[in-house]
């Protein structure tokens, strides 16, 4: 057993985005903070309707997928293939931008709270050009259970493993083997978990403090930070208050990034080419959308 550590503390900052949401990052706040595959992991959170209301009007993705998971509130989904989703609270969206998709994301609440996260999670060059796909994922559909010391995991993406417990998520087969749980655990709580060894991963708290291993002595990690860990096969986690957080993985692509705006591909070249296209209204080609299956 290789118990994986702290390796880094990413602060989240609050940014704007869209048309004026606003929203705390902390993977992607630079192109040094990444990591592969993961480009940027983004929290939202108000119940002011002003910083979210405006929404995010339609915009172009190329080469890569984005994760919506929604813990409070309700958007609507629409892209230029007619398609429309509706998010609702507990549940997520997962899209496949591959070749392009043109699409928005607008708020269907005039007050109350709108929470959640959006992952953006790069795709291998072998990828990047493929037909554009997205999955709407309600919330009887993620699986979830039980912690055997109280708690509780929604496993969105991947396999969640203890050694009481082994849980199978919505998404799985994806060539990045993305792993996506969502943590609940009460004060004084510890879980103990496996990770494939050769993922990389962090752990998000949205609410509440927790600590982990880190050399002699642990080490804590604070509301609205991310911790990159070290490479390993096992994860301790102790809360110390009731805590919430969110915990990644994935298996990295080790290829070139480049990434201009809303697109992300491996060259300058392919980044150019991604903004002929969308100017010139080709960036979707003639493919049809496909189904992702869960």
């Known amino acids: 057993m290789r118990i994986r550590t702290i390796q880094q503390l990413i602060p989240a900052r609050q940014v704007s985005d869209g048309a004026g949401v606003k929203i705390k990052r902390s993977l ?3 192109q040094q903070l990444r990591l592969d595959p993961f480009l940027m992991l983004d929290c939202f ?3 002011e309707a002003s910083d979210y209301i405006a929404g995010f009007p339609p915009h172009p993705h190329r080469g890569f997928e984005t994760v919506t998971y929604m813990l409070h509130g309700h958007m609507l989904h629409e892209d230029h293939m007619g398609n429309k989703g509706h998010l609702k609270s507990g549940g997520v969206q997962w899209m496949t931008a591959g070749r392009g998709i043109i699409h928005s994301e607008m708020p269907q609440q005039e007050s109350g709270l709108m929470q959640g996260f959006q992952l953006w999670l790069n795709l291998p060059a072998a990828e990047k050009m493929k037909a554009a796909a997205y999955v709407d994922i309600a919330p009887e559909l993620i699986p ?5 010391n109280g ?3 929604k496993v ?8 009481e417990l082994t849980l199978d998520g919505a998404i799985r087969g994806l060539s990045t083997d993305p792993q996506f749980y969502d943590l609940h655990l009460l004060a004084g709580q510890q879980v103990t978990l496996q990770l494939p060894a050769a993922h990389n991963a962090l752990l998000y708290l949205y609410e509440g403090s927790a600590e982990l291993p880190a050399g002699l002595q642990p080490a804590s990690i604070g509301v609205h930070h991310a911790a990159v860990l ?3 096969d096992t994860v301790q986690i102790k809360a110390l208050v009731d805590t919430k957080a969110i915990l990644l993985a994935g298996k990295p692509i080790g290829e070139p990034v480049a990434q201009y705006g809303p697109f992300v591909m491996n060259t300058p070249d392919e980044i150019e080419q991604a903004i002929r296209d969308y ?3 080709q960036l979707t080609g003639d ?3 496909q189904a992702i299956q869960i």
């Open 28 to 30: 992607g706040l630079s």
């Open 151 to 153: 708690g509780q995991v």
């Open 230 to 232: 070290s490479q390993g």
């Open 144 to 148: 979830q259970a039980s912690l055997a």
């Open 279 to 281: 100017q010139a209204g």
């Open 156 to 163: 969105i993406a991947g396999r969640f493993q203890t050694d």
């Open 287 to 289: 493919q049809p959308m």
């Open 45 to 47: 959170g108000s119940d």
